[in-house]
Nanobody, 123 residues
Framework: QVQFVESGGGSVQAGDSLRLSCAASGLTSASYTMGWFRQAPGKEREFVGLIIGGGSATDYADSVKGRFTISRDNAKNTVYLQMNNLKPEDTAVYYC????????????????WGRGTQVIVSS
């Protein structure tokens, strides 16, 4: 059974940093392209970034480029989302997900999802 557990969310002030973790079980996350998405209240789930399966290449949404960094620790079967200089508009529930596609920035292309972790950024 595939399972992702996100952690590291919380309530912070604008300008602060958080590191989210996505611990995988039931699959080898290194073999999958792992994506991070977020969903704010009343809004659609949106792409944040991804790390390509089998490698370390990453891509990010323009809204987070230069502030967020995705990495993975294959030994721990865990993917991370380092978020710096957080802004109130980053407030959302953050999800990690896995796809067998090489590159995918739409939620529908991802098969496995975690339950999410809440991030609240106050000004």
């Amino acid at each position: 059974q595939v399972q992702f557990v996100e952690s590291g969310g919380g309530s912070v002030q604008a300008g602060d940093s958080l590191r989210l973790s996505c611990a995988a079980s039931g699959l080898t996350s290194a073999s999958y392209t792992m994506g991070w998405f977020r969903q704010a209240p009343g809004k659609e789930r949106e792409f944040v970034g991804l790390i390509i399966g089998g490698g370390s290449a990453t891509d990010y949404a323009d809204s987070v480029k230069g502030r967020f960094t995705i990495s993975r620790d294959n030994a721990k079967n865990t993917v991370y989302l380092q978020m710096n200089n957080l802004k109130p508009e980053d407030t959302a529930v953050y999800y990690c997900a896995a796809t067998s596609n090489y590159y995918a920035n739409l939620p529908d292309w991802y098969k496995y999802w975690g339950r999410g972790t809440q991030v609240i950024v106050s000004s």
